[in-house]
Antibody
Framework: QLQLQESGPGLVKPSETLSLTCSVSGGSISTSSYYWGWIRQPPGKGLEWIGNIYYSGSSYYNPSLKSRVTISVDTSKNQFSLKLSSVSAADTAVYLC???????????????????WGQGTMVTVSS | QSALTQPASVSGSPGQSITISCTGTSSDVGGYNYVSWYQQHPGKAPKLMIYEVSNRPSGVSNRFSGSKSAYTASLTISGLQAEDEANYYCSSYTSSSTVVFGGGTKLTVL
């Protein structure tokens, strides 16, 4: 049974870089059938998509975060990672990783649903 | 990209049916059949309930159904049960090759 687990510091200082890792167990991250993604949820608020990555390294980002986000993949460790730079209090949230369903339609790659999720990890931005 | 529009809250009694709406634009909900719905209990990770507008993943009760008309997608829960009380989020693929979520709807079972 596939499982995802987020890990990383729970406290990050303003202006620094937030770094998280999602470890995948019970299956290979190198499958051609799925992408892998990051989503966040500020306390008491809704979900916000951050970005997705394929095992080959192909990635897509939320335009509102794109200038600060890097998502990478390490197939040898069966992990993918998130880096968010220049953080502020507005980046305080539960960060979740997930497996992403995709389809090719009309020659266009469509990443569209998150079918397996990690439990999430709370990251607080504070000095 | 703007968040999809959902009602902040809906409620219903056990055994009843409720519908949660999710309104977007021609660039997301109206343009593609890639609307998903998620159930999230407090302190838990979201769970995929519906994908591609109306498909249920294995293991999801057939009391949950999805549909779409023009720019609005809907999630219907029939035979409401106490354990259905949760927050529900819709999401859609967009023309920018991105994903956008709705603001979420709190379902209260009276």
């Amino acid at each position: 049974q596939l499982q995802l687990q987020e890990s990383g510091p729970g406290l990050v200082k303003p202006s620094e870089t937030l770094s998280l890792t999602c470890s995948v167990s019970g299956g290979s991250i190198s499958t051609s059938s799925y992408y892998w993604g990051w989503i966040r949820q500020p306390p008491g608020k809704g979900l916000e998509w951050i970005g997705n990555i394929y095992y080959s390294g192909s990635s897509y980002y939320n335009p509102s975060l794109k200038s600060r986000v890097t998502i990478s993949v390490d197939t040898s460790k069966n992990q993918f990672s998130l880096k968010l730079s220049s953080v502020s209090a507005a980046d305080t949230a539960v960060y979740l990783c997930a497996r992403v369903m995709w389809q090719i339609y009309d020659g266009e790659l469509r990443l569209h649903a998150f079918d397996i999720w990690g439990q999430g990890t709370m990251v607080t931005v504070s000095s | 990209q703007s968040a999809l529009t959902q009602p902040a809250s809906v409620s219903g009694s056990p055994g009843q049916s409720i519908t949660i709406s999710c309104t977007g634009t021609s660039s997301d909900v109206g343009g593609y059949n890639y609307v998903s719905w998620y159930q999230q209990h407090p302190g838990k990770a979201p769970k995929l309930m519906i994908y591609e507008v109306s498909n249920r993943p294995s293991g999801v009760s057939n009391r949950f159904s999805g549909s779409k008309s023009a720019y609005t997608a809907s999630l219907t829960i029939s035979g409401l049960q106490a354990e259905d009380e949760a927050n529900y989020y819709c999401s859609s693929y967009t023309s920018s090759s991105t994903v956008v979520f709705g603001g979420g709807t709190k379902l209260t079972v009276l």
